[in-house]
C-alpha cells in the first residue's frame, strides 16, 4: 500500500516528440503528487505538482493528467527537447502521520537530437 | 549561494571504516532529511529532522546516526561501513514537515564508495 509503481523504466524520443511517464498508487491517503526531475550528478529538483481535486495541470510542455478513480498520474514532456533527457521520479505523499515522500523508482529519458 | 550543501561530494572508504556526511541548508527551513539512491537509482528516505526533533526514523541499521546540532545542519554519521551500504546520498530541505504543498530542496549527493 506504501508503494509507487512508476513505468517505463526507460524511454527514448526523438526530438519534438512526447514522452508519456505513468505512475500508479494505492494508498488513497495520498494527497499530494509531484514529480521530480534529476540530471547526473545533480539532485532531484521540483518540476512539477498536483493535488487530487484537479485532473490535470500544466507548466510550460510540461502537464500532469491525474485519475483519480484509477489511482493513476502521468506526466507529459510535450516538444521533448534534448535537455529534458534526464531521470523522472513521481512521488506522493500522504496526508497524515510522518507526511513522508514515497518516490516511483525512476524512468530515463533520453531525447535524441 | 547554494541552498542546500552537502559534503564530502565523493567518499571512498574500506570496509569497517567510520565516516560522515555533512549537510548545511540556508533557506530557513525547519525540516531537513537524508535520502539515499542505491545504483538502480531508487530514491528512499532514511531520516527527518524538524526543527532538531527526529520524526521519520526509517528501517536504518543502526550503523546510521543523523545528527541535527540545529536546524540548518543535519549530518549522518555511519559505522562500520559495509559494501551494500555504497550509494548516493541526498540531504534535502523543506519549509515545513507538515505544509500541504512542502517543496523539497535536495543537495547534490554524496557518493559513497565502500571497498
Known amino acids: 500500500q506504501q508503494q509507487v509503481k512508476q513505468s517505463p523504466q526507460s524511454l527514448i524520443v526523438q526530438k519534438g516528440g512526447i514522452s508519456i511517464i505513468n505512475c500508479a498508487y494505492e494508498?488513497?491517503?495520498?494527497?499530494?503528487f509531484p514529480w521530480y526531475q534529476q540530471f547526473p550528478g545533480k539532485g532531484p529538483a521540483l518540476l512539477i505538482a498536483?493535488?487530487?481535486?484537479?485532473s490535470e495541470k500544466k507548466e510550460g510542455r510540461f502537464t500532469i493528467s491525474f485519475n483519480k478513480s484509477a489511482k493513476q498520474f502521468s506526466l507529459h514532456i510535450m516538444d521533448s527537447q534534448p535537455g529534458d533527457s534526464a531521470t523522472y521520479f513521481c512521488a506522493a505523499r500522504r496526508r497524515s502521520g510522518t507526511y513522508k515522500y514515497i518516490f516511483g523508482t525512476g524512468t530515463r529519458l533520453k531525447v535524441l537530437a | 549561494d547554494t541552498a542546500v550543501s552537502q559534503t564530502p561530494k565523493y567518499l571512498v572508504t574500506q570496509m569497517g571504516n567510520d565516516k560522515s556526511i555533512k549537510c548545511e541548508q540556508n533557506?530557513?527551513?525547519?525540516?531537513m532529511y537524508w535520502y539515499k539512491q542505491d545504483s538502480k537509482k531508487f530514491l528512499k528516505i532514511m531520516f527527518s529532522?524538524?526543527?532538531?526533533?527526529?520524526?521519520i526514523n526509517e528501517t536504518v541499521p543502526n550503523r546510521f546516526s543523523p545528527k541535527s546540532p540545529d536546524k540548518a545542519h543535519l549530518n549522518l554519521h555511519i559505522n562500520s561501513l559495509e559494501l551494500g551500504d555504497s550509494a548516493v546520498y541526498f540531504c534535502?530541505?523543506?519549509?515545513?514537515?507538515?505544509?500541504?504543498?512542502?517543496?523539497?530542496?535536495f543537495g547534490s549527493g554524496t557518493q559513497l564508495s565502500v571497498l
Open positions: 534535502a530541505s523543506s519549509p515545513a514537515s507538515r505544509a500541504v504543498n512542502e517543496k523539497l530542496f
Open positions: 533557506l530557513g527551513h525547519d525540516t
Open positions: 529532522y524538524n526543527n532538531k526533533e527526529l520524526i
Open positions: 498536483i493535488r487530487p481535486d484537479v
Open positions: 494508498n488513497t491517503a495520498f494527497d499530494y
